[in-house]
């Protein structure tokens, strides 16, 4: 199928839709449930999805609770897996609708795993004239990040054409985190000609952007100021169209590496981006089953971001 179109809505936007396929994550942190508890479910199909890892630390078990009593069906799988979202797409029952309409909470999700539904509908054929995805991001209370683990992955996201703008420069494009070493960690591993760095600025709570200058200082005080952008956390039309412009004047001589470090709504722009321009290329770093835990606190109103995937002959491409 062809990305047709993406954009922020309204919050009320997820009360307005006629969802048929609600999935939800039942991690460790006490905003795992949030989005569940707040929406009115009605007969669409409730999956959950349960990290096979860790399964008894912090709120847990109390998350796999609340899913219960939500009457969410569970689904277990490794957090550093892709998912089989074709075996999500077969638990609703048997329709002849001609549009799919899905909310996806990506809160508490790891990467591997959002990237499962951008990657199977735009590369998978299906009998909807057109899929219409919800993502739905809760911003958190801060909490201090953790000592940093030790770094173990810094590779290209599970699709792609990676590799194919070989022989050109590469330019390092990052959306900064808070947590210390990642961005220096992949800076040293492709070696770039030239590096670029997004941070949320503003972000909600102000201590977020501190913390982010503060455990990324050396690099960001090593780039020119027009190689740094801030971008608005709660506008991701402004972050789509800054990073978006970047990358089209870069792609012009450079091979791109999206990184995506940080955070989640920044990281699900550049997946998108890297279907709309599958020269992007887009990676990852992590420490593998090492990976830190939190506890975070839900705060604010959610984050919507609609897309669109359809049959372009049936409805013609809208301008993203």
Same mark, same amino acid.
């Given at each position: ?38 929406? #009115? ?12 890892? !860790?399964?008894?630390? $912090?709120? =847990?078990?109390? +998350? ?103 022989? #050109? ?12 070493? !990642?961005?220096?960690? $992949?800076? =040293?591993?492709? +070696? ?129």
């Amino acid at each position: 199928m062809d990305l047709l179109n993406s954009k922020q809505v309204s919050f009320d936007q997820v009360y307005s839709s006629d969802i048929d396929l609600v999935i939800g994550v039942s991690g460790y942190e006490k905003r795992s449930p949030y989005l569940m508890e707040r929406i #009115k479910l009605g007969s669409e199909t409730k999956l959950v999805l349960a990290f096979e890892e !860790r399964m008894k630390e $912090l709120n =847990r078990p109390e +998350n796999d609770r609340i899913f219960r009593e939500l009457g969410f069906r569970t689904i277990t799988v490794s957090g550093n897996r892709a998912l089989d979202v074709g075996k999500l797409i077969a638990c609703i029952p048997q329709t002849n609708k001609k549009v799919l309409r899905i909310l996806v909470d990506y809160s508490c999700m790891t990467k591997p795993w959002y990237a499962s539904f951008i990657e199977y509908f735009s590369f998978n054929s299906l009998p909807f004239q057109k899929v219409h995805i919800l993502f739905s991001y809760t911003q958190s209370a801060y909490v201090e990040p953790k000592k940093p683990k030790p770094l173990r992955v810094a590779e290209p996201m599970g699709y792609g054409s990676h590799g194919i703008m070989a022989g #050109k420069s590469i330019a390092l494009v990052m959306g900064l985190g808070y947590e210390k070493d !990642r961005a220096e960690f $992949l800076r =040293r591993a492709v +070696n770039p000609e030239e590096t670029y760095c997004f941070y949320a600025d503003p972000a909600g709570d102000n201590r977020f952007v501190e913390k982010v200058y503060i455990n990324n200082f050396k690099l960001i005080d090593s780039l020119h100021k027009s190689h740094v952008f801030p971008y608005p956390m709660e506008d991701m039309k402004k972050a789509d169209r800054i990073l978006t412009d970047l990358c089209l004047d870069l792609r012009l001589k450079h091979r791109i590496i999206l990184a995506p470090l940080g955070p989640k709504p920044f990281a699900l722009l550049s997946m998108l981006i890297g279907i709309r321009y599958p020269d992007v290329e887009i990676w990852r770093v992590g420490a593998g089953l090492l990976e830190n835990v939190y506890d975070r606190i839900p705060r604010g109103e959610p984050l919507v971001y609609s897309v669109e995937f359809g049959h372009d002959e049936d409805y013609g491409r809208t301008p993203i």
